[in-house]
Nanobody, 122 residues
């Protein structure tokens, strides 16, 4: 499985960004997909995940109501729409694929992309 994230950039606080992740190498519909982030000097943390059908979602408390995860199984892509960005959202954002059946979860992912930088200025 190969994952390529894109869409990061520099945005002012309160602004929006949309991240995308292109999946290849296996059957996309067989994987739950997640987004994670890692800020400088901090551990990587879970952000959001979406189930194989696109119906089930899971969010970290810190992003609920601001971020929306979605997927397009025809295009093998997963997206993260980020609204109301805060300086504390500054991090490298990674997409990941989880081949374990069930609801989208915050741990146990099998494959990881290289990440895209998101910087939110105050």
């Amino acid at each position: 499985v190969q994952l390529q994230a894109s869409g990061g950039g520099l945005v002012q606080a309160g602004g929006s960004l949309r991240l995308s992740c292109q999946f290849s190498g296996r059957t996309f519909g067989s994987y739950n997909m997640g987004w994670f982030r890692q800020a400088p000097g901090k551990e990587r943390e879970f952000v959001a995940a979406v189930g194989w059908s696109g119906i089930s979602t899971n969010y970290a408390d810190s992003v609920k109501g601001r971020f929306t995860v979605s997927r397009d199984n025809a295009k093998n892509t997963v997206s993260l729409r980020m609204n109301g960005l805060k300086p504390e959202d500054t991090a490298i954002y990674f997409c990941a694929a989880d081949g374990t059946p069930g609801r989208p979860r915050s741990t146990g992912y099998d494959y990881w992309g290289q990440g895209t930088q998101v910087t939110v200025s105050s």
